[in-house]
T-cell receptor
């Protein structure tokens, strides 16, 4: 039982390159989330998926796209990376019960865009 | 003004001390209140969550919510060096969760 697994753990991109961050959970969560964490700003929601087949924008969706491939997997894509997207990205999952939704976080992906 | 304010610290205490961590918020729609612990270079882990006002205790941890003052607290009793981490408060109303920026805590042996 791995919980929430993110790949890769580290990545360096050049400006304009694209990449996909992968997230998979084995806890049968309905809801999944992508956050970014920047110093002094806390976690900010990029996109979320309340259930398989649905996705919605969060607070900072510009420059990102997501795909809820199935119940287990929720990927985040940067089509044309910018230095402002340098951050630590976290995927989270939880059941669709208020107060317990972002219950489990992955270990994070440290992304640097140069 | 941020919706959730949290003192970034760092807060340094001796082993065995009682630690008090706090957050204030401005949105009265928040109904669920969470505390997460985040070790360096790790993902946050949910410590406690509370619905509406009141206290909740789990081992050495106690969470308090005062909705009238828009103020939440996390108390850690008998603090240990292993409690050294960043503590994030979070609040939820509807499908929206807002996180505080976190307070760094150091517990010295």
């Amino acid at each position: 039982n791995a919980g929430v697994t993110q790949t890769p753990k580290f990545q360096v991109l050049k400006t304009g390159q694209s990449m996909t961050l992968q997230c998979a959970q084995d806890m049968n969560h309905n809801s999944m989330y992508w956050y970014r964490q920047d110093p002094g700003m806390g976690l900010r929601l990029i996109y979320y998926s309340a259930s398989e087949g649905t996705t919605d924008k969060g607070e900072v969706p510009n420059g990102y796209n997501v795909s809820r491939l199935n119940k287990r997997e929720f990927s985040l894509r940067l089509e044309s990376a910018a230095p402002s997207q340098t951050s630590v990205y976290f995927c989270a999952g939880g059941q669709d019960r208020i107060g317990n939704t972002e219950a489990f976080f992955g270990q994070g992906t440290r992304l640097t865009v140069v | 003004q941020k919706e959730v304010e949290q003192d970034p610290g760092p807060l340094s205490v001796p082993e065995g001390a009682i630690v008090s961590l706090n957050c204030t918020y401005s949105n009265s729609a928040f109904q669920y209140f969470m505390w997460y612990r985040q070790y360096s270079r790790k993902g946050p882990e949910l410590l406690m969550y509370t619905y509406s006002s009141g206290n909740k205790e789990d081992g050495r941890f106690t969470a308090q919510v005062d909705k009238s003052s828009k103020y939440i607290s996390l108390f850690i009793r008998d603090s240990q060096p292993s409690d050294s981490a960043t503590y994030l408060c979070a609040m939820r109303g509807g499908f929206k969760t807002i996180f505080g920026a976190g307070t760094r805590l150091f517990v010295k042996a």
